[in-house]
């Protein structure tokens, strides 16, 4: 019974980086009308980034995350103005997209691959040591990530409902041209959608990282996992992807912990074909 | 990226002809060089899987991201059946056509229940999902990751096709593609081809007309998944050795490409097959650069020629048009005929 408390802690923790991640994702799909297949990769590149500042300079996680998660934005801004506003124009725009993401995708991984070798790397942990709270067991580490990942996921719900930047983001998700009309620049704001979106994952990247390893081409398995929780918690809604999130983190420690590692993807996959049977538009969603 | 409605049949065949003959005696001129010959076949089944393909994404405007799915379908259930039950290779291709068809018709019919996005999403999770799958299912006889081997080869009479002898095999898989691209064009220029397109570029209005838009887009999955079975099933047989490694995630990536850029028009996703297959092997001797190239072309293509190969072709025919109605305007005003429209 402890073993299985432990076990949803540890799978919650890891929900709510998962969270992070499908915000993301969703994010950028809803504001910018894009479905990016890179999103995988700028997760494996904060890693790797990390991975380079941590420990290859041997510098401290703070100073990591100042230095990693600006130059993240700063790649989600370029991929924006670079790749993505060019296409635009383009009548068949939603599918251009996806490939011209899947082609980042490639190219961004094998980057990776060529720069850092197909070797395992691991980080070390934000903390040492664990707590006992009650029953359960759970690692400092765990435990950080799950405070980090809960503080920025309330963040960006203030941001998007307060701030002007915000609130342009979620008139242009409504519609593009309205909020054109009314003075928001919806290329920069794309723009910095796409450096948010980044960031977000390449900070996923870094919490992720000291729990699983680094691997070039891991970054598929996120982006997969992104999908099935932004389905399951339904496109547009924030407290949707968290629940979801957290909820689906919990079912792959279960898979994970009782069943093996090996069938988490198929698990993930069997939840998502029963989200689009018995429920299609997720658990808060809205169809557009 | 509309669809030419002018249909010139006479012109098509001539084309389709003269490359056929082409392709026919293309060994002819390669007899000693089983490399070039081997790039060739992979082009032939390339061509089919990314033509089918487009089938469904381009023509009828589903975000079908599983294709590969049913080519491994195709490929695996002609392999198991050809290997434990001694099944005719040749029955195979039929088999892998049927088997990857009801692969195809299975995962329409939760895929066609959602829309837009979400058909993406799901298509996509059982392309990922696959690898892991066929991992897993040893005891079932799909080999692990070990994967199978000694498939059984072709045979004709007593000849057996060994892997040596790329002549026999090259026959084969132009037989196999030429049929293939001869149904899709049969489709596409049918009213069941119409359908497709006036489905995706006019849905609502398609559907107040009448066009069953769920019938359709389950022709379209059912015959794209089917030509793509045969493709899988004729790979199996002809690389004589499968296994999630050799199929993966990056020969989804390439065919995906090869689809992409053709530019959503009929011989465009074969003419990509064919150039990408042979620029794959060219940049085989970059080694781990090869992705990376790959990735940045797509990029660059995506960006600066949206239109794909279909609008490049598009755009120098039309300037050979313009400058043939150039050259002849002075010389005769009046003469009713070419390159004016």
């Known amino acids: ?31 910018s009308r894009v479905f990016n297949f890179a999103h995988g990769s700028f997760f494996t590149w904060g890693a790797y980034l990390a991975y380079v500042f941590l420990v290859r300079l041997g510098l401290s996680y ?37 490939v011209a993401t899947l082609g980042l995708a490639f190219f961004m991984d094998y980057l990776c691959l060529r720069t850092f070798g197909g070797r395992l790397k691991a980080l070390p942990q934000l903390f040492e040591g664990s707590v006992r709270y009650g029953g359960v067991v759970m690692s400092v580490h765990e435990l950080a990530i799950a405070v980090i990942s809960i503080a920025l996921v309330v963040a960006l719900a203030i941001f998007l409902s307060r701030s002007r930047l915000g609130m342009s983001m979620r008139a242009l998700s409504q519609d593009i041209f309205g909020a054109s009309l009314v003075g928001i620049y919806a290329g920069r704001t794309f723009g910095y959608t796409f450096g948010i979106s980044a960031a977000l994952a390449g900070l996923a990247g870094i919490l992720l990282s000291p729990l699983f390893f680094l691997r070039p081409l891991g970054g598929w398995e996120i982006l997969a996992k992104s999908f099935v929780i932004v389905a399951f918690g339904g496109l547009g809604s924030m407290q949707g992807t ?25 698990g993930w996959f069997v939840i998502l074909l029963l989200v689009l049977i018995i429920r299609p538009r997720g658990l808060f969603g809205v169809w557009e | 990226m509309g669809i030419t ?15 056929l003959a082409i392709l026919c005696l293309l060994p002819l001129g390669l007899h000693n060089n089983p490399y070039v010959m081997h790039i060739l076949i992979m082009c032939f089944i390339w061509g089919v899987l990314a033509s089918s393909w487009e089938l469904t994404n381009q023509y009828a405007g589903i975000f079908n991201l599983a294709q590969t799915v049913f080519f491994i379908a195709g490929a695996y259930m002609s392999a198991m059946m050809a290997l434990y039950w001694g099944i005719s290779p040749w029955l195979g291709l039929l088999l892998g056509g049927i088997v990857g068809g009801a692969v195809g018709i299975a995962v329409a019919l939760p895929s066609l229940r959602v829309k837009g996005v979400y058909t993406a999403l799901l298509t996509f999770a059982l392309t990922l999902i696959i690898d892991p799958m066929i991992r897993r299912t040893e005891a079932w006889g799909t080999g692990g990751s070990e994967g199978l081997h000694a498939i059984p080869a072709f045979q004709l009479g007593g000849y057996v096709f060994t892997p040596l002898e790329k002549v ?4 084969v898989a132009l037989a196999i593609f030429s049929i293939a691209a001869f149904v899709l064009y049969k489709v596409i220029r049918s009213r069941v081809g119409l359908a497709f397109v006036a489905l995706r570029d006019a ?24 030509l793509s079975g045969v493709a899988g099933a004729f790979y199996a047989h002809y690389t004589r050795t499968l296994s999630p490694t050799a199929i993966g995630l990056d020969v989804f990536l390439v065919v995906l490409l090869m689809m992409m850029i053709g530019g959503g028009r009929f011989p465009g996703a074969i003419i990509a097959a064919f150039a990408l297959t042979f620029a794959n092997e060219f ?43 150039r050259a002849e305007l002075p010389a005769s005003k009046s003469s009713p005929g070419k390159g004016v429209g």
């Open chain 2, 283 to 325: 940049l085989r001797a970059t080694g781990t650069l090869r992705p990376i190239i790959l990735g940045a072309v797509i990029i660059s293509m995506i960006v600066l020629r949206p239109g794909g190969i279909m609008g490049i072709i598009d755009s120098i025919r039309y300037s050979i048009r313009q400058r043939a109605s």
């Open chain 1, 242 to 266: 968290l629940i979801a999130a957290i909820i689906l983190g919990m079912v792959e420690s279960l898979i994970t912990g009782y069943i093996g590692a090996v069938w988490s993807l198929v």
């Open chain 2, 5 to 19: 409605t002018k249909i010139n049949i006479s012109r098509d065949l001539r084309i389709a002809l003269i490359v």
């Open chain 1, 1 to 31: 019974m402890a073993q299985l408390a432990d076990t949803l802690a540890g799978g919650a923790a890891l929900g709510t980086v998962y969270a992070l991640l499908a915000l993301g994702l969703a994010l950028i799909y809803g504001v």
């Open chain 2, 203 to 226: 849905g609502p209005f398609a559907k107040s007309l009448g066009v069953s838009e769920f019938r359709y887009k389950l022709m379209a999955f059912g015959i794209a998944a089917s």
């Open chain 1, 62 to 98: 703070p100073a990591t995350f100042a230095i990693v998660i600006p130059i993240m934005f700063m790649i989600g801004l370029l991929v924006e103005r670079s790749i993505i506003r060019p296409l635009r124009l383009n009548p068949n725009f939603v599918f251009t997209s996806i």
């Open chain 2, 168 to 171: 026999p095999p090259y026959y």
